[in-house]
């Protein structure tokens, strides 16, 4: 069973609302669609949140999780069926807010490995007041930090354009070094991919998150925390700084 992703479709796709939908399965308040708009858990970002509304009653979506089939738990389901039709909105701000947070996690990995001597992004967290990223091998201190910061905001305010494309490992590995976009962790099996890339290939990750068109629509980022978590990593918290 798998629900086809119609917020992956384009960038732009990450910015429609509403959808509609057919349910293809049932369990308890789990539902099954055949295709949505409501992003689950993945990838270090948080689900979406939002209603679907079937032939009787709008349903709060609490939960979204899964690969190919997506599971929309809902908060109190109403009489539902296999093969009813369902209305999805999904709660616009909470992802917009999670689209800036994930492009602004792009550059910041992307600018921290040619400022730090190839350090490694080994795990991010995006949600819609802070997000953070863990880094390593590194010992942040607050000249570094700033520096960081400066140069993520500087590059925000160049207001670049955000697009997405399929590539091969192959294409990907020959524009940018493999430890950069951690393709050397990826599975061999995996070849195609889809790739998130800034300005003209400035930074080019492969992800399957949602992200703004352009990055001006982050609007700024400041660093709000930093704390040891072992073994050279560390990780960083910040927030949107509009
Ligand atoms: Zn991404």
Redesign the pocket.
Known sequence: MTTKKLYLESIEAAYLKEFTAKVIAIDEKKIILDQTLFYPLG?G?NWDLGTLNGPNGAMNVIEVRGRDAIHHTVEDIFDLSVGDEVTGKIDFERRYAHMKM??A??LVSGIAYEMFDGVRTVGNQIHTEQSRIDFKPIQFNEEMLTRLQNTVNDKIQQGLEVTDSEMTRTEINAIMPEERTNMDLLPSFINDLRV?SIGNQEDL?P?????VRNISEIGGIEFIGKKSKGKGTQRVTYKLNI
């Open positions: 990838g970002q994930h492009t996690q792009h998130v990750c992800c399957a998150g949602t992200h």
